[in-house]
């Protein structure tokens, strides 16, 4: 049986390769998908057709659901880099939005990296990167009552920095922490 199923490969794999060719632009992925198409021949011998024509069809078959295949994976790759290039613009202009605050209120920074390094830390995993208290905690690897008490720290300390500031951008940045 392997000597047919290398027969019949090198008999058609020429051919296999034209039809990727003409259907899609890429001389590499017509190649790695000729590969793929052989490898499922090989893969399921036990089903090629005794009638030499009926085999080369069966391989074009095999071929067909392989391109299928490789079109609704690059649709799925296509539509997911499209949600991905959203997200990095929408989250590129929520940052730079963020940064022309932080900009504008130099001060709120100055007094976030006066704290004590956990607590400047802590401040900057929840209210910039946006992580739970929980987050944190597994991201510092520590525990979440720990979290929970060097964030209430931080905040009142920022809240005794922060005392007297009127302007509402700094409770924009650090809601809870000017709130008390």
């Keep these: 049986m392997t000597a047919t199923v290398e027969a ?12 990727f060719l003409h259907r899609i632009d ?3 992925d017509a190649a790695d998908l000729l590969s793929e198409t052989c490898a499922v021949v090989w ?7 005794n009638d030499e024509v009926r ?11 392989t391109l299928l295949r490789h079109y609704r994976g690059r649709r799925q790759t296509d539509a997911l880099s499209q949600r991905l290039r959203g997200a ?3 989250r590129v202009e929520n940052e730079r939005s963020l940064s022309d605050q932080a900009e504008t209120h130099d001060f709120v920074r100055e007094m976030v990296r006066s704290l ?18 929980e987050e944190a905690a597994a991201h510092l ?8 008490t060097h964030l ?8 005794e920095l922060l005392d007297g500031e009127t302007d509402d951008s700094a409770a924009a940045l650090f809601p809870v922490a000017i709130a008390g």
């Design 88 to 90: 990095v613009r929408e």
């Design 43 to 49: 893969q399921k011998c036990d089903r090629i057709p």
């Design 116 to 133: 004590p390094e956990r607590q400047r830390e802590l401040i900057i995993l929840v209210y910039w990167d946006g992580l739970t208290a």
């Design 141 to 148: 690897k520590i525990s979440s009552s720990t979290v929970r």
């Design 55 to 65: 085999a080369r069809m069966w391989m074009f078959g095999v071929a067909r659901i």
């Design 152 to 159: 209430q720290r931080a905040r009142s300390r920022l809240g």
């Design 8 to 19: 019949l490969i090198r008999q058609n794999a020429t051919d296999l390769l034209a039809y």
């Design 26 to 28: 890429n001389a590499e």
